[in-house]
């Protein structure tokens, strides 16, 4: 009984095969390989909207867009990354479970949550305004 309860289990994931067209869920034969929206979308008609193809028009346009943007714009500078964030990015104090995640993206201790305490590069003046 055991066995066979195992071959049964090995045919099922064997028959189970990532959607054909979405690649997000699984599929079985039954439906054609396709997870339930998409061949609750196959039987009804319709079909999942594709990205448009870029034209190689438009890819030129989209280049020297990409030109413009790059003159106009100043250099960023680039924030240093947080690799632990189980300590904290000012005093490098244990932080525990929760830390105090900031807007500016890095992890504080109770000492150091506001904003005011860890020089904050978050402009809340800007991000308020609609």
């Not at 066979?4 to 997000?24: D, G």
């Not at 867009?65 to 250099?75: A, F, I, L, Q, Y």
Request: hydrophobic share 25%.
């Amino acid at each position: 009984s055991f066995i066979t309860q195992m071959e049964q289990k090995q045919l099922n994931e064997s028959e189970r095969k990532l959607c054909v067209k979405c690649h997000s869920f699984w599929g079985n034969a039954q439906s054609q390989f396709m997870c339930s929206k998409c061949f609750k979308d196959h039987i009804l008609g319709t079909s999942i909207p594709k990205k448009p193809q870029p034209s190689a028009s438009s890819s030129i346009k989209s280049e020297e867009n990409k030109d413009k943007t790059k003159e106009s714009e100043p250099p960023k500078e680039e924030k240093p990354v947080q690799e632990n964030k189980k300590k904290c990015w000012n005093c490098s104090k244990k932080v525990g479970l929760l830390g105090f995640p900031c807007k500016c993206g890095y992890i504080f201790c109770a000492k150091h949550r506001h904003s005011t305490d860890h020089n904050c590069t978050f402009d809340f003046k800007s991000a308020a305004k609609p």
